[in-house]
């Protein structure tokens, strides 16, 4: 790995905007967008650590070749052609998937794409080696990727291994969680970088005011992951020395001292110990400010901020049409009354009554959080704020 690399990092499409900001911070070059994935050149010093740091990608994959693929046989012939026993070992289980394959068109099927990937990596390393590695649908070290487009395929290998949003350190039992990278890509896309002071008045299990504390900290969110929980670390290019060295470079990066406030409230006493408990378990509790209120009685923290906040949807909480309507009416007093110089982003759920909130958003933003169609309205409070007639 002595090379720029070219690698394809993953997120919803919605959320693009975000993953490309951060790559351009972290010094990526060659970034061109696709569908619900940008592709971009990372030198290996870049690629150890965006493996830590990147927040709002879900998966990040190393494109190998990308080559003909119109029919089963000329895929089979072109996958002969790479490598793979210098790429793996044979004692360890890999994995074939297949994504965008072109069979809406009469092309190939994501199992002929499979089938035909499988059987060709396990032909050449019985041809070079006299032993073919073994297929492993639970546990695999080695997952091979294949993107079907327009009759050319792309092969990759995922060096991410389990999904990003899996940071390690949320507790279990809130009914409405949030992904950690849909939550920092909330953040980012309010424009929050950490400087500003921050506020979840309705945090509920606490991810998107912890992915703010990480931001805020420069503490990676990756962190956590335990030794080999990188499929790149099964790779025999994988340097070891280079990746010792960039964890220890940036568990350096980390602040000692919070440049501003960082709080996060809300009605429900549980939801409240739950967040302080994932806090803990991330490693900045002791920079975040919890409390216990409704977030009529919340109080700004600093004069001006950000406050990025998952407002209640109605659909897996215990909360009447009739009361959504009338909280978010009150936030909409409390964002005009208490909030003045303050940016609010606020994620509501297409169906839900967001219009009563009754100010006029500088920006709506269409996302889906699970299965449920949202928009993020960012609101920038300044005085002379008023209700708009229409929220949009």
């Known amino acids: 790995m002595s090379q720029a690399l070219r690698l394809v990092a993953t997120c919803p499409d919605e959320t693009k905007e975000a993953l490309v900001a951060e790559l351009c911070a972290l010094g990526a070059n060659g970034i061109v967008e696709g569908y619900r ?83 060709s990596v396990q032909d050449v390393f019985e041809r070079h080696q006299g032993l073919a590695p073994k297929v492993d649908l639970d546990e695999p070290k080695i997952v091979i990727v294949a993107y079907l487009a327009e009759g050319r395929c792309t092969l990759c290998l995922d060096t991410s291994g389990k999904s990003l ?35 979840d008045p ?48 940036v568990r350096a990066e980390k602040l000692e001292a919070r440049l501003a406030p960082i709080a996060a409230s809300d009605i429900n006493g549980e939801y409240v110990a739950m967040a302080k408990k994932s806090a803990l378990s991330a ?18 923290p600093a004069e001006t901020g950000v406050m990025v906040t998952n407002l209640p949807y109605g659909e897996r909480l215990a909360t009447g049409a009739a009361d959504l309507a009338t909280l978010y009416a009150e936030l909409g007093d409390a964002l005009k009354q208490k909030f003045c110089g303050w940016r609010a982003a606020v994620l509501a759920a297409e169906a839900s009554p967001y219009k009563e909130i009754g100010l006029k958003p500088t920006r709506k933003i269409p996302i889906q959080n699970g299965s449920i169609p949202c928009k993020l309205l960012i609101f920038d409070i300044y005085a002379g704020s008023r209700r708009a007639s229409t929220a949009g």
């Open 165 to 199: 949003h899996k940071r390690g350190y949320r507790e279990s039992g809130h009914p409405a969680p949030i992904k950690e990278t849909l939550a920092a890509a909330l953040l980012i896309m309010a424009g929050y970088d950490g400087t500003q002071a921050f506020l």
């Open 37 to 119: 994935a940008v592709t971009f050149d990372a030198t290996p010093e870049l690629f150890a650590e965006l493996h830590l740091k990147i927040r709002t990608a879900s998966r990040i994959l190393r494109v190998l070749k990308v080559v003909p693929a119109r029919t089963p046989a000329m895929l089979a012939s072109q996958a002969r052609r790479i490598p793979w026993p210098e790429l793996f070992d044979a004692r360890h289980g890999f994995l074939v998937e297949a994504l965008g394959a072109d069979g809406a068109n009469g092309r190939l099927q994501a199992r002929e794409v499979i089938t035909k990937i499988r059987e």
């Open 283 to 300: 490693r900045v509790e002791r920079y975040m400010d919890f409390g216990v209120t409704r977030f009529q009685d919340v109080q700004p």
């Open 202 to 249: 309705m945090c509920g299990s606490g991810t998107i005011a912890i992915e703010a504390a990480l931001i805020a900290m420069k503490k990676a969110p990756q962190l956590l992951r335990k030794k080999g929980g990188f499929f790149f670390e099964w790779h025999k290019d994988f340097d070891r020395e280079l990746w010792r060295v960039t964890q220890e470079r």
